[in-house]
Every structure is written in C-alpha cells, then in structure tokens.
C-alpha cells in the first residue's frame, strides 16, 4: 500500500479583541508603566483585574495600582522557549504575587538557570522599552533587592486608552486524509475517480472516508466511478470568496459520477454559466499537473431524466 | 417517577449589532444573563447551575471561554457546562439545561448562548485550507443555496418565495428591539432587486453577521409559582443529529428533523402541529428554509410548504406566523441564533413579546439546526403546565 499522505496545516488569524472597561484600564496601564488590579467585595486586589467579583458575581469596578515588584509564589523552568515566548533564551515561568496584590501574575522571569530561582523570591518587572497596552509591555521579570516599590496612587483613568488588541493566533497541526483518502488521490494523479463501496449498503462512496456513516463499518472494496456523470443541483457564485483563486461567477455543482452512491462537489466549464441545469451530463476536464479535475464540461449527451438522479442531490 | 414540569421564567437579550466594540466576551455575555435575572427577579445567588453555548472557538479563537466566563455568571462554585452542537448550539443548550431540572438535578438553572462575530470571521473559521482539498466553496451560502435548488426543483416554487419570506422577516425586525438589522425603507422591489451571490440566494435573503447573547431561567414548579410573571411551560424537547453528507440524505428535509419534530410532538400530544400549534420561531439563515423547515416540521404536506408562506399564513398576522422576531434573517449572533428562536416561543406564551406579539399564542414551536442540515434541536412551550 502506497504511504500515507501527511502535509503541515497552519490555521492562522488575527483575532480581535474589545476589551471592556477593565482590561482596557489593566492594558492602558501597561502602556504607562502603572499596574492596575481590582479590589473585591471581600477586600482582595486581584492581578490581573477581572469584571466581576468571583464570590459575589458583582460587577467591580474598584482599580488600585499595585507595584512593579512583587514575590515569586512558585515556578517552573522552560528549558526550550517556543516562538511567541516571552524570551528566546531558557527561562522560569514564575507567579509573582506583586506587592499590595494578593494574587499571583503569570510571566517569565529572566534568570540563568533553575538554580538562580526560588519561591519567595524578589522579583520586579522589567519593562519593554517599546509599549502599545499589551502583556508583552512587560518584557519580563528579573530579580530584585529590596522592598516594596512605591505605587503612585493611580486611578485608572488614562486620556486615550485603548479599547481594542489584535491577538493574532496560530495552531501548526500535521495533517493526514488517512487512508482511503490516500489511495483516491493517488488514483486522481492518474485521472481516475476511486471511491470504496460499503459492504452493508452497497452504496458506493466518493471521496471514500474508510467507513460507511450510516451503517458505522469499515469499507475496503474499490470501485472505480465516473468518469461521466450528471449535475444533480448547484448554485451560481458571485461573489469572490478570500483564499479562492476562481474567476466569478462560476457553477459550483453538486455532480454524481456514474457508479457513485452520492454526489461530489466540483465547477462546471465549457458552457455559459447561465445554461448550466440540473440533470446536465458532464465529465472531467484535467490540467497537467493538477491534482483534481479543473472543472467538469458537457459531454453532449441528452439531460438525464431527475428520477434517475432525485436521490443524489 | 415522572419528569419535573420545566418553567421559563426569565428572558434576556442583548441589543443585537454588527460590533460591540464597548465590551468584552464577559461584558456581553453579562449583559444578557442580568436581563433574564432581572425578569425573573431573581438574584446570582438564586442559581444552581450555568449551562452555555457557543459555536466553534474559532469564531472568536478564544479557546473553551466558558472557562473565563464562569465569574461573570455567577457560576462559581456551582456546576457550569459548556454545549456545542454547531448552529443549534443555542437549542440544544436550553434543552441541556432543561433536562437538568427536569431531573429534579438542580431547581433554578441559568442557561446563555453567544457569539461575538466581529472578533473573528466565521467565513475564514469554516473554509480553513485542508491539505489534498480542492477549495470550491464560497461560504455558507454557496454550501446551502444548491440545497434551495433542489427544493424549488422538487416542489415548482415560484422563485419568488424567497423574497416574500425575507420581506416578512424585516418588517418584523422593526416591531423587535433587540433585531440587529432594522431596515425602515425596506420594500419587497428591493429585496428582488438585491444582489445574487450564490444564485438562487440573493443578498436581501441571507442573515447578517452580529454580536449578542442571549439567556433564559429555566425553574421547575416551586420556582414557578414564585415568578412575577407568567412563566413559559415545556411541552417538549428534542434533539437529533445525523451525518453532513451521506448516500441517501435527503438535504432538502433531512430525516433527523422530521424525526425530532416528531418527538416534540409525541411529548407534547400534538396530533396535528398546523393546527394545534399557534406560531413558529425557525432558524432561517437564507430565506427559503422556511417553507423547506415548513415541511420538515410537518405544518405542510411536501412540496406545500410555499404555499402557507405565498398566500401570508406565516405573516405576523396570518394564521401561523413564522419568526415574529425577524428570525435569523434579521439577528445573527451564531451560538445565540438557537436560543433566540427558543426564547422568542417563550415571549410569546408568556405573553411578553411586546409589538410582534401573537394575540393570544398559546403553543409555540422554537426550532434550531445547525452544521450543514446536520443537528436539530426543538422545544414547544405553553402558556399552560403539561397535563400529566
């Protein structure tokens, strides 16, 4: 058996993020080199400030500054930062109680190594040189001799805060089609449509999955379609999807191959988009080197008649 | 021993727009469930659990939200679920949290479905670039609108009926503050007039993009009695699923919401819907699913389903409206759109659903489905308790 195919798959954006009045506050904050937590019903300063009291469920709006240095409440080493980490080179993920906080915040203290770091350590916050209101305006933590740093007393009012981040994320996976879908494409590449009939429904599957969805049992046996077959319903595309190299408008058509147990999707060509109908006859129409057929043309027979094809819409 | 009768007490919505940019997740999400505490008047300390939705995580790449959401519904130190079933999401979370006290589990439960589009870009989250696929497919729409064709094709619709039903739905947009779109010069000429983009659906017949929550009390009969205004009953609940693409699908009237309707009714000792059922509120993203939902629900025979929406029998005055609200044709947070439908059958038996009330609705129908034709989920609720 062929190998299995594999090929990376990045998924990719940048999310946006409203902030609301508190992280506004808390990332404004950040931007002014001032560090803001909320104070809750029972009298506590949490770091980083939430919205709304976790004991009593109310909305808190208190903001108190807090100071740049604080207390290492415990760690753990990071023997190989990954890309987006707070530092290139190997690192303590640390919570640091800050001073006048009484919870911990999570970021990276800068320090030669885990024996250079110990709970209950001083620590202070080393700020990035340039700041536009995110977490990364804290660059990281280093250590740090002394007491309390002077908080300045700050409101949490900022003349132009911001109200808005760009979180941009990113998910690197490996991913495989498995193998039936292997073996269909390893049979495109020589223009031919292999799908694998289900050995309880007998109805033919294409592309096959390796199962059948309904009768939930493996499928095995190949069965070559096509490559004729009939439109069996479609859509006209007008507008132009992101990502979709595909000159509108265009047919997208549901089309089941002669032989398959259910229609594929593919583009119908070589005849005004305006003509194309339910029950048209087509076939495949290749281009050296694609994987999958370009589009599907008429083949110039008659319309099938729609009970042969009213099951395979 | 047999099931708690389940009451809705307390609605909430947020105002539904295109961006609420003045809030968080949390913010959003707040705002809807202090609304339904406030109608119930009833307080955080009054729940015992918190049941949410939302549609895939992609839609705001906040990956399981719930889990930052929990303090600002009040769920801590209480049972918090998270549902996710696609588009129905919003269904299904309210009959998830239903049958919580239906089990005499817990007696108050708050419930609450969301999303926030603007964050995202629910287009980019469901045509990701799979290696080895071609990519053919332009959005939601492009995937439903050959599905449309085969239901005009099955049953001779004039194709005008889409344009009727999306006409109808915006004009009850403007009698529901909390719809997100609210044409005011809206005419039927300029919806026919509207763009194709995916012929047969044009652009007048799709939903838009919004950001909003939605959330609902749900109490058994203690709470009931306690309420300040008239609750909400459950007749019945149900959910069903069923694979995306299969030999025999029937994507016009999927057999998983036939067979879900069916149950509904089989609870709720319902015979005969189109006439025991007083109005509908059905997930409509592109205008023709109303009459194909018409008939997958059984309120018409096949291929009849255009008829009741041509001759003004789903008008908010006609003799079964349909999406009093403005539907989801008008209001479009996707994890929300469910519980919309479900909170809106329940305005209407209380008898609170303002200037798109029903007169004297008695039974109402809420409906959701989601993936593509692939979940379903429907309550019925009643201004009366259930008989046994």
Redesign the interface.
């Known amino acids: 058996m062929a190998e299995i195919l594999k090929a990376p798959l990045a998924v990719e954006f940048p999310f946006t993020r409203s902030l609301g009045p508190v992280q506004s506050a808390f990332l404004t904050g950040l931007r002014e080199r001032v560090v803001l937590g909320v104070r809750t019903g029972d009298g506590r300063v949490l770091v980083p400030p939430v919205e709304y009291d976790p004991v009593t469920a109310e909305e808190i709006r208190d903001l108190v500054e807090v100071a740049a240095t604080g207390t290492v409440t415990t760690w753990a080493w990071n023997h190989e930062p990954r890309r987006g980490q707070p530092l290139d080179t190997p690192f303590a993920w640390v919570l640091v109680r800050l001073d006048g906080a009484d919870t911990g915040l999570l970021h990276a203290l800068d320090v030669p190594g885990p024996g250079a770091v110990h709970t209950g350590m001083r620590v202070r916050i080393r700020w990035a040189e340039e700041r536009s209101g995110a977490i990364t305006d804290i660059a990281c933590f280093e250590p740090y001799d002394g007491g309390p740093a002077q908080a300045t007393g700050h409101t949490g009012e900022f003349e132009d805060a911001i109200t808005g981040i760009v979180a941009p994320a990113r998910l690197d996976y490996t991913y495989s089609p498995g193998r039936a879908q292997t073996a269909y494409i390893h049979a495109l590449s020589e223009r031919r449509t292999v799908g694998e009939r289900c050995p309880s429904c007998r109805k033919v599957y294409v592309p096959p999955r390796g199962a059948c969805p309904t009768c939930g049992v493996a499928t095995a046996e190949q069965v070559e379609v096509g490559p004729r077959g009939t439109v069996t319903t479609f859509c006209i595309v007008n507008i132009k999807a992101k990502n979709l190299d595909i000159e509108v408008p265009y047919v997208y058509a549901h089309i089941a191959l002669d032989g398959a147990g259910l229609a594929l999707h593919g583009r119908i060509g070589g005849i005004p988009y305006d003509q194309v109908r339910m029950g048209l006859r087509v076939v495949p129409v290749w281009t050296e080197g694609a994987r999958y057929p370009d589009h599907y043309r008429p083949t110039g027979e008659p319309d099938a008649e729609y009970e042969t094809y009213k099951e395979l819409l | 021993m047999s099931k708690e009768p389940v009451a809705v007490v307390g609605v909430g919505q947020t105002k539904h727009v295109a961006?609420?940019?003045?809030?968080?997740i949390?913010?959003l999400v707040?705002e809807a469930a202090q609304r339904a505490l406030d109608d119930a008047e009833l307080t955080?300390a009054d729940i015992d659990a918190v049941v949410i939705g939302k549609a895939p995580d992609?839609f705001?790449?906040?990956m399981m939200p719930e889990l930052y959401l929990?303090?600002?519904?009040?769920a801590?130190g209480k049972p918090m679920l998270r549902v996710h079933t696609a588009g129905s999401v919003g269904g299904s979370t309210a009959l998830v949290a239903a049958n919580l006290v239906a089990a005499r589990v817990h007696g108050t439960v708050l419930t609450l479905a969301f999303e926030?589009q603007?964050?995202?870009?629910a287009?980019?989250?469901l045509?990701?670039?799979?290696?080895?696929?071609?990519?053919?497919?332009?959005?939601a729409g492009?995937f439903f609108?050959?599905?449309?064709?085969?239901y005009m094709?099955?049953t001779g619709a004039p194709d005008t009926v889409g344009s009727l039903v999306a006409y109808k739905d915006r004009r009850n947009a403007l009698k529901n503050p909390y719809a997100h779109l609210h044409e005011h010069d809206i005419t039927l000429e300029k919806v026919q007039a509207s763009?194709?983009?995916?012929?047969?659906?044009r652009y007048s017949e799709t939903c838009p993009s919004s950001d909003g929550a939605c959330a609902m009390v749900l109490t058994d009969r203690a709470g009931a009695a306690r309420a300040p205004r008239p609750p909400a009953w459950m007749l019945g609940g149900a959910m069903r699923s069923e694979?995306t693409?299969?030999?025999?699908?029937d994507?016009?009237s999927p057999q998983a919401g036939k067979d879900c309707a069916a149950d509904v009714y089989r609870q709720a000792g319902i015979a005969d819907p189109r006439r025991d059922i007083d109005a509908v509120e059905m997930y409509v993203p592109f205008s023709w699913y109303e009459p194909m939902w018409l008939e997958n629900l059984g309120f018409a025979d096949e291929g009849e389903g255009w008829k009741l929406t041509e001759s003004g029998v789903t008008e908010l005055g006609g003799d079964l409206p349909v999406n009093m609200s403005g539907g989801v044709l008008s209001t479009n947070p996707i994890g929300a759109s469910g519980m919309i439908r479900f909170a809106e059958a329940a305005l209407q038996v209380r008898g609170q659903a303002g200037e798109h009330q029903v007169e004297g609705a008695r039974r109402v129908l809420g409906h959701a489905y989601g993936g593509g034709s692939q979940f379903f989920s429907m309550w019925l609720v009643g201004s009366e308790p259930p008989q046994s």
């Open positions: 961006a609420r940019r003045d809030v968080s949390a913010g707040r955080w992609f705001e790449g906040v929990a303090d600002a519904l009040g801590v926030k603007s964050e995202s870009n287009m980019w989250g045509s990701l670039p799979i290696p080895f696929q071609q990519p053919l497919l332009a959005g492009g609108a050959p599905h449309v064709r085969a094709r099955r763009p194709m983009l995916w012929d047969p659906i694979p693409l299969f030999a025999g699908k994507a016009v």
